[in-house]
C-alpha cells in the first residue's frame, strides 16, 4: 500500500497531478479541494495516499490531510460508492461537513450532489451514521499538502512563473490569478461541468456568486459552498 508521497509537482491535468518522488513519477487523482491548493509547477507537495488496485490498472488517490483520506476509506465501505463517486462527494464536502452532514441526517443536502440520488443519499446516511459517530477532528488536522519548497522562479514582473492548471474540456493550461473575467468565469464553470454539473447549472452556480475581485479558485469554492449550504 502506498500511504503518502512527497515529491516535486510535475504536471496538473486536473482531477490528476503527477509527482516526481526519487525519480519515479507518480499519477495521483485528487478531489478538486486538493487540486486547487496543487498550484506551483517544480514546488514540493506532500499527499496522503489510497492504493486501489483492479484486474486493469492500480489507481492511487491523494488528499490533502489524513483525515480526508480515512474519510475516503469510509466512503469506499459504503455500498454502490466506488473511488470516484468517493472523491466527487470530498470535492464537494470539507470532512467536517461531511460528518456534520450525516449526523444531522441532511438527506436534502447529499442529493443536490452530482451522482448523487435519493436511494445513495439514504444509504450513505444509514452506513456512515454509525462510523461516523464518534468521529473526532485534530485541532490541527494533520497537513500533508503544504508547499514544502520554493518551486519555479519569480518573473521579472515579480510573478511566480507556474503551469498553471489545465480543467477539463480545455487544451491549454490557464492562469487562475491572471485571467479575464470572462476567461475567470469560463474556467470555474468548465471546472463544475467537470465535477457532474449540467452546463446550465453550472453556469447558474457561477454567476449567483460572481464577483470581478475573485480569482478562478475563489469562485470555484464559493459556488460549490453556496450549493451545498442550498443558497
Not at 486547487?36 to 490533502?64: C, K, M, P, S
Not at 443519499?121 to 508547499?147: G, H, K, T
Not at 522562479?153 to 515579480?158: K, M, R
Request: hydrophobic fraction near 45%; proline fraction near 3%.
Amino acid at each position: 500500500m502506498i500511504g503518502y508521497v512527497q515529491g516535486r509537482l510535475l504536471l496538473i491535468d486536473s482531477p490528476h497531478v503527477l509527482l516526481n518522488a526519487g525519480g519515479v513519477g507518480y499519477e495521483i487523482e485528487v478531489p478538486l479541494t486538493a487540486a486547487l491548493e496543487l498550484t506551483t509547477i517544480n514546488a514540493e507537495y506532500a499527499l496522503y495516499t489510497h492504493l486501489v488496485v483492479r484486474e486493469d490498472a492500480q489507481l492511487l488517490y491523494g488528499f490533502l490531510t489524513r483525515q480526508d483520506r480515512d474519510l475516503f476509506r469510509v466512503l469506499l465501505k459504503v455500498s454502490g460508492i466506488g473511488p470516484k463517486l468517493a472523491v466527487n462527494i470530498l470535492s464537494h464536502l470539507t470532512a467536517r461537513d461531511l460528518v456534520a452532514l450525516v449526523r444531522a441526517e441532511d438527506l436534502a443536502t447529499f442529493t443536490r450532489l452530482p451522482g448523487i440520488g435519493k436511494k445513495t443519499a439514504e444509504r450513505l446516511l444509514i452506513e456512515l451514521r454509525d462510523r461516523l459517530a464518534n468521529w473526532s477532528f485534530q485541532q490541527r488536522p494533520d497537513q500533508a499538502s503544504q508547499r514544502l519548497t520554493g518551486g519555479a522562479e519569480a518573473s521579472e514582473s515579480g510573478d511566480v512563473g507556474i503551469e498553471t492548471m489545465a480543467v477539463a474540456g480545455t487544451d491549454e493550461g490557464l492562469d487562475a490569478q491572471s485571467s479575464s473575467p470572462a476567461k475567470i468565469r469560463f474556467e470555474a464553470e468548465t471546472a463544475l461541468i467537470a465535477l457532474g454539473y449540467k452546463p446550465p447549472e453550472a453556469t447558474r452556480m457561477i454567476t449567483a456568486v460572481y464577483t470581478d475581485a475573485l480569482t478562478r479558485d475563489e469562485l470555484i469554492r464559493q459556488a460549490l459552498r453556496s450549493m451545498v449550504k442550498g443558497k
